[in-house]
């Protein structure tokens, strides 16, 4: 136990580098991670779904499109979210674009 707020734990290895310490920043932040392919690749529905945000339609929008309901839209949108690591709409599309599973029109 500390005897006053001067003295210091030494449980620290103060050999260890930087390196050894941390990891990667990328592996610290939330929603950050490579490029590379989605850890779980997304169906052919979630990339139709996608597509469709991608050209810009709101919800009910790619609901009408692609005959589903809003419910399922939203569904759809929530395992997009995961599988690509976004927090938002934008993001999922960004991500979706550079990984080549949508395109611009």
């Known amino acids: 136990m500390l005897k006053n707020h001067r003295e210091v734990p030494t449980y620290i290895d103060m050999n260890q580098t930087t390196a050894q310490t941390t990891k ?3 592996n610290r932040l939330p929603g950050s991670r490579s490029w590379g392919a989605p850890l779980t690749p997304v ?3 979630e990339e139709e779904v996608l597509q469709a945000i991608t050209d810009g339609c709101s919800t009910p ?3 009408a499109r692609l005959y589903l309901s809003q419910k399922t839209v ?3 949108l929530a395992s ?3 599988k690509l690591d976004a927090r938002d709409r934008t993001q999922a599309v960004l991500t979706a674009l550079r990984l080549g599973i949508v395109h611009l029109d």
């Open 24 to 26: 990667p920043i990328s």
């Open 43 to 45: 169906t052919r529905r």
């Open 61 to 63: 929008e790619v609901a």
């Open 74 to 76: 939203k569904n759809h």
């Open 80 to 82: 997009i979210y995961q």
